[in-house]
Nanobody, 112 residues
Framework: QVQLVESGGGLVQPGGSLRLSCAVSGSIFSSNDMYWYRQAPGKERAWVAH???????IYTDSVKGRFTISRDNAKNMLYLQMKSLKPEDTAVYYC??????WGQGTQVTVSS
């Protein structure tokens, strides 16, 4: 059974940093591309970042240069390092595994 569990969210001031983690159980991790999505209040869920099984990365324009997606295949862990956070980054952040598996989400709130 595949499970994805996010952690690391919280309240942070503008300009601050957070690192999100996603623990993936099951045998899919090393062979699947992984993604981070986010859903802001009143908006649809939107793609944030993508890392291929080989480690190549792609970002949505609004987070380029501020967010870094990474993975540790030995630990079945996905990460999202977020820096220079802005109020518009406030959202529930979800990890997603290629093939259709979602985590439950972790809240990130950027506010002074």
């Amino acid at each position: 059974q595949v499970q994805l569990v996010e952690s690391g969210g919280g309240l942070v001031q503008p300009g601050g940093s957070l690192r999100l983690s996603c623990a993936v159980s099951g045998s899919i991790f090393s062979s699947n591309d992984m993604y981070w999505y986010r859903q802001a209040p009143g908006k649809e869920r939107a793609w944030v970042a993508h890392i291929t099984r080989g480690g190549n990365t792609i970002y949505t324009d609004s987070v380029k240069g501020r967010f870094t997606i990474s993975r540790d295949n030995a630990k079945n862990m996905l990460y999202l390092q977020m820096k220079s956070l802005k109020p518009e980054d406030t959202a529930v952040y979800y990890c997603y595994a290629e093939g259709g598996w979602w985590g439950q989400g972790t809240q990130v709130t950027v506010s002074s």
